[in-house]
T-cell receptor
Framework: RKEVEQDPGPFNVPEGATVAFNCTYS??????FFWYRQDCRKEPKLLMS???SGNEDGRFTAQLNRASQYISLLIRDSKLSDSATYLC??????????FGAGTRLTVKP | NAGVTQTPKFQVLKTGQSMTLQCAQD?????MSWYRQDPGMGLRLIHY???????DQGEVPNGYNVSRSTTEDFPLRLLSAAPSQTSVYFC??????????FGSGTRLTVV
């Protein structure tokens, strides 16, 4: 079993749609959690950290459920520029970070 | 600030050759890591470092060596290149509990 698992995707949605990505992790000792986005043939870039209380950044909302070892990312009012691959990332307590395989999102006009 | 700088951007090696991928950061970050990214596999951790003089193995360390003699530099050495090491390699650095900042990657092909 992979340490970090994500929805396989791809997700194809129209502009303005709301889309949610899910992620589960297996290491209950994991300390920190993040969502990254990666554009084609580019490096991953930090989208947002994920906190236990949930957090929001504009159209993006991240949630963490430690009991279920589950992370989510919600994108509201999707834009064409949101098209990318979204990576779920888990930071273990020995300071190495593990990535999910990513979920590809395409937002269409 | 330049952030995380990786060189070279592209490289073709013959099986059995050795080479070093360079990584440097100018943000005074204590943590640095090397990842490889393969289609359908996501990023996999090769080696990481929590500070100068300290390194440790990640998920896929075989065939690679690292050293961290300074805070800024974290080179990755391929000892004897194999076709299975064809991949995109990313170096990343971070400070504290923040997420990693990545370099732009090195696309390596081993023939």
């Amino acid at each position: 079993r992979k340490e970090v698992e994500q929805d396989p995707g791809p997700f194809n949605v129209p502009e303005g749609a709301t889309v949610a990505f899910n992620c589960t992790y297996s290491n209950s000792a994991s300390q920190s959690f993040f969502w990254y986005r990666q554009d084609c043939r580019k490096e991953p870039k930090l989208l947002m950290s994920v906190y236990s209380s949930g957090n929001e950044d504009g159209r993006f909302t991240a949630q963490l459920n430690r009991a279920s070892q589950y992370i989510s990312l919600l994108i509201r009012d999707s834009k064409l520029s949101d098209s990318a691959t979204y990576l779920c990332v888990v930071d273990n307590n020995n300071n190495d970070m593990r990535f999910g395989a990513g979920t590809r999102l395409t937002v269409k006009p | 600030n330049a952030g995380v700088t990786q060189t070279p951007k592209f490289q073709v090696l013959k099986t059995g050759q050795s080479m070093t991928l360079q990584c440097a950061q100018d943000m005074n970050h204590e943590y640095m890591s090397w990842y490889r990214q393969d289609p359908g596999m996501g990023l996999r951790l090769i080696h990481y470092s929590v500070g100068a003089g300290i390194t440790d193995q990640g998920e896929v360390p075989n065939g690679y060596n690292v050293s961290r003699s300074t805070t800024e530099d974290f080179p990755l050495r391929l000892l004897s290149a194999a076709p299975s090491q064809t991949s995109v390699y990313f170096c990343a650095s971070r400070s504290g509990a923040r997420g990693y900042t990545f370099g732009s990657g090195t696309r390596l092909t081993v023939v």
